[in-house]
Nanobody, 116 residues
């Protein structure tokens, strides 16, 4: 299983970023997928999940209405569109294989920093 996250960076509050996760080594189109994040000095925080055919999505209350998870099964790629970013969104973002209650990360993550 290989998961390669990209798209992070530094942005001002209120800005937007789109994260991508290129997946390989497993049958992506049959796998639920999840984004998690970890801020400095804190434990992992679940952000969002999407089922295999993208018919169901779920979000943490802290990001609901601002973030959108999506996937392209033809490209084996997971996305996270992040709008109206806040300083508290600053974290290392990971994509993970599996649903919210049973996921496994596999990449290095991509850093998102929201600061003025």
């Amino acid at each position: 299983v290989q998961l390669v996250e990209s798209g992070g960076g530094m942005v001002q509050p209120g800005g937007s970023l789109r994260l991508s996760c290129a997946a390989s080594g497993f049958t992506f189109r049959r796998s639920d997928m999840t984004w998690v994040r970890q801020a400095p000095g804190k434990g992992p925080e679940w952000v969002s999940s999407i089922n295999a055919d993208a018919s169901r999505t779920s979000y943490a209350d802290s990001v609901k209405g601002r973030f959108t998870i999506s996937r392209d099964n033809a490209k084996s790629t997971l996305y996270l569109q992040m709008n109206s970013l806040k300083p508290e969104d600053t974290a290392l973002y990971y994509c993970a294989r599996g649903p919210r209650w049973n996921y496994s990360t596999g990449g290095q993550g991509t850093q998102v920093t929201v600061s003025s």
